[in-house]
């Protein structure tokens, strides 16, 4: 058997250092997503992307829980009119429980209309104020609305909206899609990840991972008498129960 050869050796290092750095590249810009800037016209493509990336995570899972995932075209398009629901669904179809019916709707609708606002804008009229109490006036298109379109004496007229979004409701609407991108960590990872830990185990070493505290599990951290719900408390069923239910090529591998 040959030596290894030094150049290729040195090639593969160079390439391993570079995925690592992209990936840690790519991270950094995830985190920094969520950080409100001070400058206006880059927290309304924050906004944005936000919004994108909430879809485009629900896309993942539904195609990831599908018991049969496409190998080609057509796959899951994203339906920005049912991220709250498909999430929710996607928690049944993994056996989270919720402690609401409603949970990520009012998050989900502010940010889709802010979004679509952004999304269909021809231009920025005019910004207004100081950080952070600005107010920008946008120009879009109508889409999708009764009067859209019109004619008069043979010209045809594209309506336009003007629309004001404040810099405070930018940062709600961000802070709003943290949080749904934070239950969407939670989902992949109690949901997933996780699936294989038994009913009784304590959650107590990823219990910075909850996005919320159901009151069926007793006094919130912090309180007297307090401990960390056990994989029984954030699931429908017991899990094998759950397990049963599956077919056998989808079941959790222990």
Same mark, same amino acid.
């Given at each position: 058997?040959?030596?290894?050869?030094?150049?290729?050796?040195?090639?593969?290092?160079? #390439?391993?250092?570079?995925?690592?750095? #992209?990936? /840690?590249?790519? /991270?950094?810009?995830?985190?920094?997503? !969520?950080?409100?800037?001070?400058?206006?016209?880059?927290?309304?493509?924050?906004?944005?992307?936000?919004?994108?990336?909430?879809?485009? =995570?629900?896309?993942?899972?539904?195609? &990831?829980? &599908?018991?049969?995932?496409?190998?080609?075209?057509?796959? !899951? +398009?994203?339906?920005?009119? $049912?991220?709250?629901? %498909?999430?929710?669904?996607?928690?049944?179809?993994?056996?989270?429980?919720?402690?609401? %019916?409603?949970?990520?709707?009012? =998050?989900?609708?502010?940010?889709?209309?802010?979004?679509? $606002?952004?999304? +269909?804008?021809?231009?920025?009229?005019?910004?207004?104020?100081?950080?952070?109490?600005? #107010?920008?006036?946008?120009?879009?298109?109508? !889409?999708?609305?009764?009067?859209?379109?019109?004619?008069?004496?043979?010209?045809?007229?594209?309506?336009?909206?003007?629309?004001?979004?404040? /810099?405070?409701?930018?940062?709600?609407?961000? =802070? *709003?899609?943290?949080?749904? $991108?934070?239950?969407?960590?939670?989902?992949?990872?109690?949901?997933?990840? !996780?699936?294989?830990?038994? %009913?009784?185990?304590?959650?107590?070493?990823?219990?910075?991972?909850?996005?919320?505290?159901?009151?069926?599990?007793?006094?919130?951290?912090?309180?007297?008498?307090?401990?960390?719900?056990?994989?029984?408390?954030?699931?429908?069923?017991?899990? #094998? /129960?759950? *397990?049963?239910?599956?077919?056998?090529?989808?079941?959790?591998?222990?």
């Amino acid at each position: 058997m040959s030596a290894p050869d030094n150049g290729d050796s040195e090639h593969l290092l160079q #390439t391993a250092n570079e995925v690592r750095r #992209t990936i /840690e590249a790519n /991270e950094r810009a995830a985190q920094l997503l !969520f950080v409100p800037s001070p400058v206006f016209e880059r927290l309304l493509w924050q906004v944005s992307g936000a919004w994108e990336t909430a879809i485009e =995570e629900v896309r993942f899972l539904r195609y &990831a829980t &599908a018991e049969t995932q496409p190998t080609a075209a057509p796959f !899951f +398009h994203p339906d920005g009119d $049912n991220v709250a629901r %498909d999430m929710r669904r996607i928690c049944k179809t993994l056996n989270l429980a919720l402690p609401d %019916d409603a949970m990520w709707t009012a =998050e989900c609708r502010r940010a889709k209309e802010m979004r679509d $606002n952004l999304g +269909h804008m021809l231009h920025i009229k005019s910004i207004t104020g100081v950080t952070p109490d600005q #107010t920008a006036t946008i120009l879009r298109v109508a !889409f999708r609305e009764p009067d859209e379109m019109s004619t008069d004496s043979g010209w045809a007229r594209h309506e336009r909206r003007a629309v004001t979004i404040t /810099e405070a409701e930018a940062r709600e609407v961000l =802070e *709003d899609l943290k949080y749904v $991108n934070k239950s969407l960590f939670y989902i992949r990872k109690f949901g997933m990840e !996780f699936s294989h830990w038994p %009913d009784g185990r304590s959650i107590d070493s990823v219990l910075s991972l909850l996005q919320w505290w159901d009151d069926s599990w007793g006094p919130k951290p912090g309180n007297t008498g307090w401990t960390a719900p056990s994989m029984r408390q954030l699931r429908i069923r017991p899990k #094998t /129960e759950f *397990d049963a239910s599956l077919p056998p090529e989808i079941r959790p591998q222990y």
